[in-house]
């Protein structure tokens, strides 16, 4: 069965105090993994797609990397502002541009 | 930028009400999507649909039906409300030929009573 599943569920940080989020996925055919962020009573907003193991992407403090199982969001000296939920999402080789959703980790960085 | 509107932010309903939740996007896309997220199972799928008048069925469309009558608009619809329907509902879309992206609107908050 497709599934994409998140670790931790929460996640408190110390402003500055740098960490990784773990998205893990089995998914048949991954065309794309894909991380949002997602702020309280908001829809999801884009971050990154990798698509192939060994990729890396970057944003200000967040870059993305990808194996052939998992993918991990590492923050680096995060800041209250990086508050938020981090989805990650694995898209499937079908006809259609279906994208399964992991829970997602609630991050809280403290001042 | 992409621009991804739904009609309501928060809705109240009873239970045994129809229910209509409306998505406009702007940027010519193919692909719509409606999704529902709950604490604790992420975003699941009800419907997307990939052209005007084209649907296809998500993981959860059960007690939902969606229309989509012209290129820039879907509707989901919830014939009979009912409690275990109280979520969060999101639209969003995507071109068929970039579909990396999906580009989300700022989500429906439905209660039903």
């Known amino acids: 069965e497709d599934q994409v599943t998140q670790s931790p569920e929460a996640l408190r940080l110390q402003e500055g105090e740098s960490s990784s989020l773990n998205c893990s996925y089995t998914?048949?055919?991954?065309?794309?993994l894909f991380w949002y962020r997602q702020d309280p009573g908001k829809g999801p907003e884009f971050l990154f797609t990798?698509?192939?193991a060994g990729e890396e992407k970057e944003k200000e403090r967040l870059k993305a990397t990808l194996t052939k199982k998992e993918s991990f969001l590492h923050i680096t000296a995060p800041k209250p502002e990086d508050s938020a939920t981090y989805l990650c999402?694995?898209?499937?080789?079908?006809?259609?541009?279906?994208?399964?959703f992991g829970p997602g980790t609630s991050l809280s960085v403290i001042p | 930028d992409v621009k991804v509107t739904q009609s309501s932010r928060y809705l109240v309903k009873r239970t045994g009400e129809k229910v209509f939740l409306e998505c406009v996007q702007d940027?010519?896309?193919?692909?719509m999507f409606w999704y529902r997220q709950d604490p604790g199972l992420g975003l699941r799928l009800i419907y997307f649909?990939?052209?005007?008048?084209?649907?296809e069925k998500g993981d959860i469309p059960e007690g939902y039906s969606v229309s989509r009558e012209k290129k820039e608009r879907f509707s989901l619809i919830l014939e009979s409300a009912s409690t275990n329907q109280t979520s969060m509902y999101l639209c969003?879309?995507?071109?068929?030929?970039?579909?990396?992206?999906?580009?989300f609107g700022p989500g429906t908050r439905l209660t039903v009573l």
């Open positions: 998914v048949s055919g991954l065309r794309g």
């Open positions: 649909s990939y052209d005007v008048k084209m649907k």
């Open positions: 999402a694995g898209a499937m080789k079908t006809s259609y541009d279906k994208v399964i």
């Open positions: 990798l698509y192939s």
């Open positions: 969003a879309s995507t071109n068929s030929y970039s579909t990396d992206t999906q580009y």
């Open positions: 940027m010519d896309h193919e692909n």
